[in-house]
């Protein structure tokens, strides 16, 4: 097991510019079409696009689909 999936750090994965897969977050804090923010362990990571939905969440992951113009971490 990796050491970010031990640690619970968010482990951030960009398929092309259309989905975007995050493990290790906590909640969802802001949803609609054009963002999506969530809270981690080590802060705010933000997705921001167009035509952005939730395709899945549970506990531990996210994944997001739509046209990824930026992901930020704050």
Known sequence: MSDDYTFRMPIVTAIG???VH???FRSII???RCA???TTKCGI???EGSNLEIMY???EEIAVKGIIQT???R
């Open 30 to 32: 802001e949803y609609d």
């Open 45 to 47: 990571v933000r997705i």
């Open 17 to 19: 510019h259309k989905e």
């Open 57 to 59: 969440y549970d506990q």
């Open 22 to 24: 995050i493990d290790n």
């Open 36 to 38: 999506v923010s969530l």
């Open 71 to 73: 992901i930020g971490f």
